[in-house]
């Protein structure tokens, strides 16, 4: 059986200064240290509740966890990463000229046959199933 690799998340707002994510990176180390796994990473964002932009740590992490660097995501509490259904992950991809540049650049890779789908996810940086998805949608599909 191989060993978990474990998260930490901590998010402080930027509206109270004097929050520290040692508060909350604390108690999550210690869980860690009673579970069977390592802690490969922590990430720590200073961004208000309602700001996902400025979230880049939590960017990173859904990164990491969408390349399977990780296994476990451990947060202080939910509102850390997450309140009233908004989420720590990326915006929108359209929301995101570049990132749409890309998607749509990629979904033209595999349309004229120069990638695999998968070839084409890696290159820009995407899972195969949102490029999938991506091209059955009536936005940006043939």
């Given amino acids: 059986m191989s060993t978990m ?3 930490l998340y901590a998010r402080v707002s930027t509206r109270d200064k004097d929050q520290n994510p040692e508060t909350q990176l604390l108690p999550l180390r210690e ?30 992490l859904m990164d990491d966890a969408r390349l399977h660097k990780i296994d476990v995501i ?6 850390r990463a997450k309140r ?4 720590l ?5 359209m929301d995101d000229p570049k990132r749409a540049r890309q998607l749509t ?19 820009y940086g995407f899972a195969v199933s949102s490029l999938q998805q991506a091209m059955r949608s009536s936005k940006i599909g043939p």
């Fill in 31 to 60: 869980y860690a240290q009673n579970q069977e796994g390592i802690v490969v990473s922590e990430y720590v964002d200073h961004a208000p509740t309602t700001d996902l932009n400025h979230r880049i740590a939590g960017h990173r």
């Fill in 74 to 79: 451990l947060v202080w509490r939910m509102d």
């Fill in 105 to 123: 650049q990629a979904i033209q890779a595999v349309q004229f046959g120069s990638l695999s789908y998968r070839k084409a996810a890696k290159h």
């Fill in 84 to 87: 009233e259904g908004k989420a």
């Fill in 5 to 7: 690799r474990l998260a």
């Fill in 89 to 93: 992950g990326r915006p929108r991809i």
